[in-house]
T-cell receptor, first 113, second 115 residues
Framework: EPEVTQTPSHQVTQMGQEVILRCVPI?????FYWYRQILGQKVEFLVS????????KSEIFDDQFSVERPDGSNFTLKIRSTKLEDSAMYFC???????????FGPGTRLTVT | AQSVTQLGSHVSVSEGALVLLRCNYS??????LFWYVQYPNQGLQLLLK??????LVKGINGFEAEFKKSETSFHLTKPSAHMSDAAEYFC?????????????FGQGTELSVKP
């Protein structure tokens, strides 16, 4: 069964460093998403991406964040200068055009020290 | 704006007992509604979804949920809990007319199952 994959599973970085989180969505999906979950809190929407551009972003998704689909398979989330409060689990998700169901990857746990 | 409220951050049941996890939503447009399950150190797995067809929705692992528009609810139930059901459960809403289709999640309910 097709699945969304994410790498790395765990990333530790120092405050102020840039990180890139990678995702490979399901191959025939057209909509891509990033969500985050701070430990013990709910899952929060960050950004949605369709047709090679951002379709919607949340207040969390400020200028420090960017997304890219550099080729036909990868979907990346970049945080330019990480802060302690960026520590969270980051989930990538994708869906097909006709389906509202989003398929989630296993997540990347980002720890900023 | 859409929102989801899950009553009870932690629910504990005995094995074999009824599971009832509550979810109420707020939406100015017809919603799509979802229940996801998260096992420890894993991602989110879809349990079931409501997409404006049948109001009683059956999902995986014996779970089902009923959409009640008058009560703006989408509670999750399972007749008989199993130890393997212990996990975090999230209710989520999506806007029918928003093609972007972002999900708005509730706070989550942690389900514990006692032997």
């Amino acid at each position: 069964e097709p699945e969304v994959t994410q790498t790395p599973s765990h990333q530790v970085t120092q405050m102020g460093q840039e990180v890139i989180l990678r995702c490979v969505p399901i191959s025939n999906h057209l909509y891509f998403y990033w969500y985050r979950q701070i430990l013990g809190q709910k899952v929060e929407f960050l950004v949605s991406f369709y047709n090679n551009e951002i379709s919607e972003k949340s207040e969390i998704f400020d200028d420090q964040f960017s997304v890219e689909r550099p080729d036909g398979s990868n979907f990346t989330l970049k945080i330019r200068s990480t802060k302690l409060e960026d520590s969270a689990m980051y989930f990538c998700a994708s869906r097909a055009r006709q389906d509202r169901e989003q398929y989630f990857g296993p997540g990347t746990r980002l720890t900023v020290t | 704006a859409q929102s989801v409220t899950q009553l009870g951050s932690h629910v504990s049941v005995s094995e074999g007992a009824l599971v009832l996890l509550r979810c109420n939503y707020s939406s100015s447009v017809p919603p799509y509604l979802f229940w996801y399950v998260q096992y420890p150190n894993q991602g989110l797995q879809l349990l079931l979804k409501y997409t404006s067809a049948a109001t009683l929705v059956k999902g995986i692992n014996g779970f089902e949920a009923e959409f009640k528009k008058s009560e703006t609810s989408f509670h999750l139930t399972k007749p008989s809990a199993h130890m393997s059901d212990a996990a975090e459960y999230f209710c989520a809403v999506s806007d029918l007319y928003n093609q972007g289709g972002k999900l708005i999640f509730g706070q989550g309910t942690e389900l514990s199952v006692k032997p």
